[in-house]
């Protein structure tokens, strides 16, 4: 399983839906391409997301990206704020009257 070996490799899986855009990031994350074994950079610290960055993600069907584990705890403080966010702007799409 290629997820096995990345975690092997130190690579911890993050669900995208625990990223926010517009956070800047203590830590680097990755992405591993179709057919590839390796993670590759994905984003470099400190360098936000954007909304466009998270819609390609999930229109190409990416749903994690991956972080050394060794900079997990990083990933841990802003989780609990960016999946507030997530279903804050969830409910409010959905009261939009747009239907969904």
Request: aromatic share 10%.
């Amino acid at each position: 399983m290629v997820t096995s070996s990345l975690q092997s490799l130190g690579y911890l899986p993050v669900s995208t839906a625990t990223l926010c855009a517009a956070t800047v990031l203590n830590f680097d994350l990755y992405i591993q391409q179709p057919g590839r074994q390796l993670a590759e950079l994905y984003r470099e610290r400190n360098y936000p997301l954007r909304d466009e960055d998270m819609v390609r993600l999930r229109n190409n069907g990416i749903d994690h990206l991956y972080i050394r584990l060794e900079e997990s705890e990083y990933y841990h403080t802003i989780k609990p704020i960016c999946v507030s966010i997530f279903f804050v702007k969830r409910r409010s799409h959905h009261r939009c009257g747009c239907g969904h």
